[in-house]
């Protein structure tokens, strides 16, 4: 540090610290390194996150996945036309059938693989040329440009930071346009604490842009057309409208999201269906996930 007799610090701090920095109450020489290693180009924002859809289809040219995927589409035609069940055939012969749950695995993990292989290497390719595309772009006096992908984000979240960060002077606003700001703010995050997204969905739902002029969600159907929302979340009013329809890609899917609602087997004082619009009571589970079926066309 520069004084006569500093050796005496090496008692408090080790001589191998930023005392400097310790003295001078600034962050640490180690601190600042760790913040620029977290700030790196492999966190770049505009790198790809996700897959194309033609580059996902292409995965499925892949031979062994294709060889898998047919081996494993042979076995439940065999297992369909013997038992015409799979349930019936995982009771009647559980070798056939847990070889066929062992190829429908091995097919999942393969597409896995193959996905995170052809992730990795898009994101390579990526890092590896993006200094070139740069300097190109510099050297043409274009500016790189980058649109993030915003569809994940609640619109009423989007209005509210592009009101909260406006970038203006206070001093030259008047007092009246500030407090109605702040009236705007305010409704805005009461509305946010009503609406609720579940946790598993807020990476899935795609939200649409703002309309101009606001219009009540449509009244979901009695009878869903396509049979893949899930009828607890239709019921529940604190969740985003986006969110409480969302329809999910396979029957698998909704029948897991399904069971982490832990409904009893059992409704004492008997349940509603949550279905808007029906007053059919149920007392059962499967009575309730039958009437579902039944009635409006959700397989559960």
Do not use: W
């Given at each position: 540090?520069?004084?006569?007799?500093?050796?005496?610090?090496?008692?408090?701090?080790s001589v191998r610290d930023d005392t400097q920095s310790a003295f001078m109450e600034t962050p640490a020489r180690d601190a600042l390194l760790k913040l620029a290693c977290n700030s790196s180009l492999t966190r770049d924002a505009s790198a790809p996150q996700h897959l194309t859809e033609p580059q996902r289809r292409s995965l499925e040219n892949d031979k062994e996945l294709d060889q898998l995927k047919r081996e494993c589409q042979a076995l439940r035609n065999d297992l369909i036309a013997e038992f015409h069940q799979l349930n019936k055939a995982k009771c009647a012969d559980a070798g056939r059938y847990n070889a066929f749950l062992i190829l429908q695995r091995r097919v999942k993990a393969r597409r896995k693989k193959i996905h995170d292989e052809a992730k990795e290497r898009v994101r390579n390719e990526f890092f590896e040329n993006i200094g070139n595309h740069i300097i190109d772009q510099n050297y043409q006096g274009t500016s790189v440009k980058f649109q993030p992908d915003t569809s994940h984000i609640q619109p009423e979240r989007k209005e509210l930071a592009e009101l909260e960060f406006k970038n203006r002077d206070v001093d030259n606003i008047d007092d009246a346009e500030l407090i109605e700001d702040r009236i705007r703010s305010l409704e805005l995050r009461l509305r946010l604490h009503g609406l609720h997204v579940p946790k598993s969905l807020r990476k899935r739902v795609k939200f649409e842009?703002?309309?101009?002029?606001?219009?009540?969600?449509?009244?979901?159907?009695?009878?869903?057309?396509?049979g893949l929302e899930c009828p607890v979340c239709l019921g529940v009013t604190?969740?985003?409208?986006?969110?409480?329809?969302?329809?999910?890609?396979?029957?698998?899917g909704l029948q897991k999201h399904f069971r982490t609602h832990k409904l009893p087997q059992i409704f004492p004082n008997g349940r509603q269906c949550d279905i808007?619009?029906?007053?059919e009571v149920l007392f059962r589970l499967p009575e309730y996930m039958l009437h579902q079926a039944e009635c409006h066309q959700i397989i559960l």
């Amino acid at each position: 540090m520069g004084h006569q007799r500093s050796g005496t610090f090496a008692y408090y701090v080790s001589v191998r610290d930023d005392t400097q920095s310790a003295f001078m109450e600034t962050p640490a020489r180690d601190a600042l390194l760790k913040l620029a290693c977290n700030s790196s180009l492999t966190r770049d924002a505009s790198a790809p996150q996700h897959l194309t859809e033609p580059q996902r289809r292409s995965l499925e040219n892949d031979k062994e996945l294709d060889q898998l995927k047919r081996e494993c589409q042979a076995l439940r035609n065999d297992l369909i036309a013997e038992f015409h069940q799979l349930n019936k055939a995982k009771c009647a012969d559980a070798g056939r059938y847990n070889a066929f749950l062992i190829l429908q695995r091995r097919v999942k993990a393969r597409r896995k693989k193959i996905h995170d292989e052809a992730k990795e290497r898009v994101r390579n390719e990526f890092f590896e040329n993006i200094g070139n595309h740069i300097i190109d772009q510099n050297y043409q006096g274009t500016s790189v440009k980058f649109q993030p992908d915003t569809s994940h984000i609640q619109p009423e979240r989007k209005e509210l930071a592009e009101l909260e960060f406006k970038n203006r002077d206070v001093d030259n606003i008047d007092d009246a346009e500030l407090i109605e700001d702040r009236i705007r703010s305010l409704e805005l995050r009461l509305r946010l604490h009503g609406l609720h997204v579940p946790k598993s969905l807020r990476k899935r739902v795609k939200f649409e842009s703002m309309p101009a002029i606001k219009t009540e969600p449509q009244p979901f159907p009695m009878k869903s057309v396509t049979g893949l929302e899930c009828p607890v979340c239709l019921g529940v009013t604190d969740i985003h409208p986006t969110a409480k329809q969302f329809r999910y890609s396979r029957k698998n899917g909704l029948q897991k999201h399904f069971r982490t609602h832990k409904l009893p087997q059992i409704f004492p004082n008997g349940r509603q269906c949550d279905i808007p619009g029906c007053s059919e009571v149920l007392f059962r589970l499967p009575e309730y996930m039958l009437h579902q079926a039944e009635c409006h066309q959700i397989i559960l």
